[in-house]
């Protein structure tokens, strides 16, 4: 356990399960009643520094020498609570989760350059998601809403608890549910034109099954890293090796406009992307090279997991056999 220091802000908002980090300081900045980030940002990291929203933070030393100890104990309780660490053990490999691990104590970049330059293109949502029904609850019951983690996942369309479809922007006028310049929490309306958000329910019960795996990854409290050559194996060998089958499984079970809303693209609702998704490619600098596995999306790993073994337990159990096997 770090050792602990004297807390140098009077006061600082409890963390709510399964709430991002940013949530938190966006709730602190608003109660603080500071003009602008750079002062919040100033006050609990000590300085400016550069903040991967919805993702990874860094100077949680600094952070940890400034909020009352009974919030954060330790680094840990951060990273495995607040932080969507927890999610990309099952992308990246140990080394990679351990030099991420090490440089959120630092002002070092999060990560590795891999983890860095890659987590946006293949983790997370293009801006952050809400559900109107959670917000409707926390409102009532605590008097504000929270960011919740599990909903920024790439391939996160529903809400796990309630199923209704996630709000990314407002239906009525396009903006954001968090304009991206802002500590907004969210709202029960669009800031934008003031119109009450409602439920709506566009997907499949399979689609709920992947918002479901998305929270147990989260919080499973897990960040040693996962060998994604022998997930790929594993996919190939209960597959039998054809995995244009799969895809054509995949999508009819979760249906032809969940693949359009999560890709943007219609080309990426055809042919074997699965196939696509595990395999190697060459770089010519740094550490991707000189061959590394490349992942797609989030959203093609919890399709896989979901589809192919059921949950992440039973891919767990599957992996240990076949690696007793191969040996």
């Given amino acids: 356990m770090m050792q602990q220091h004297k807390a140098h802000v009077s006061f600082f908002p409890m963390p709510q399960s399964d ?11 608003q109660l603080a009643g500071h003009a602008s980030p750079r002062q919040t940002f100033n006050e609990l990291f000590g300085k400016f520094c550069q903040v991967v929203p919805k993702l990874m933070t860094n100077h949680t030393s600094h952070l940890l020498a400034k909020v009352p100890p009974h919030l954060f104990k330790e680094r840990q309780d951060i990273l495995a609570k607040h932080l969507l660490l927890p999610a990309l053990h099952r992308i990246f490999g140990e080394n990679h989760i351990k030099q ?39 409102q009532n019951e605590m ?5 919740h983690r599990s909903h920024q996942l790439h391939g996160v369309a529903t809400c796990h608890k309630h199923g209704c479809d996630l709000i990314q922007n407002c239906p009525y006028c396009g ?6 310049r802002s500590m907004e929490l969210p709202e029960s309306h669009c ?8 439920p709506t329910y566009s997907f499949s019960e399979s689609v709920n099954r992947l918002a479901n795996l998305a929270y147990v990854t989260c919080n499973s409290g897990k960040m040693e890293g996962t060998d994604l050559v022998l997930f790929a194996k ?11 089958a799969a895809c054509n499984d995949m999508e009819a079970s979760y249906g032809s406009a969940y693949f359009k809303s999560i890709y943007q693209k219609e080309k990426d609702v ?11 490619e060459k770089f010519n600098r740094g550490e991707f090279g000189p061959w590394t596995l490349r992942f797609r999306r989030y959203s093609d790993l919890l399709m896989a997991v979901d589809n192919l073994f059921g949950s992440w ?5 599957y992996a240990v056999n076949y690696r007793k096997t191969a040996a």
């Avoid at 709430?19 to 900045?29: A, G, I, N, P």
Wanted: charged letters at 20%.
């Fill in 19 to 29: 709430e991002l980090l940013d949530s938190v300081v966006y709730r602190y900045h």
């Fill in 100 to 138: 991420a691990i090490l440089n959120t104590e630092s002002g070092a970049r999060f990560g590795t350059d891999r983890i860095y330059y890659c987590c946006h293109t293949l983790l997370l949502q293009h801006s952050l998601q809400c559900c109107p029904l959670c917000i409707q609850e926390e």
């Fill in 143 to 147: 008097g504000f809403a929270y960011w």
């Fill in 175 to 180: 903006r954001q549910a968090r304009h991206p």
């Fill in 191 to 198: 800031l934008g034109c003031g119109k009450r958000w409602l």
């Fill in 234 to 244: 594993v996919v190939s060998a209960i597959t039998g090796g054809n995995t244009a």
């Fill in 270 to 280: 055809r042919g074997d992307w699965l196939k696509d998704a595990f395999h190697r």
């Fill in 313 to 317: 337990a039973d891919f767990d159990r």
